[in-house]
């Protein structure tokens, strides 16, 4: 038996688990593991496991082209306290420009 048949049914177990989730990148996993062309969907449990995991670590994942949006929100997600920082740090240089009148 091929290996692409337990990418398959793999496939159909994760598609009933993530049910009505609004995560795209997560239906697109499953859709590619359940492709009716084996040689479209993942090529061993290996590389679906490694999407499940970019997936989980908020990192691209290969079945997936997320948006522009998709993608500036991941980043915040993963990186949202340096970029908090970030931001407080250019608002208060700015509030110190405008109170001196430089």
Request: charged share 20%; hydrophobic share 50%.
């Amino acid at each position: 038996m091929d290996p692409r048949a337990d990418v398959y049914a793999l496939g159909v177990v994760l598609a009933q688990v993530v049910g009505d989730s609004p995560a795209p990148a997560l239906w697109a996993i499953a859709a590619k593991a359940q492709h009716p062309a084996p040689r479209e969907r993942y090529q061993t449990v290996e590389e679906l496991a490694g999407d499940l995991a970019r997936f989980r670590n908020q990192e691209p994942v290969t079945a997936y082209q997320e948006s522009i949006a998709e993608r500036l929100l991941r980043l915040y997600r993963r990186y949202e306290l340096p970029i908090l920082l970030l931001l407080a740090y250019v608002v208060m240089r700015f509030a110190l420009l405008v109170m001196t009148g430089i």
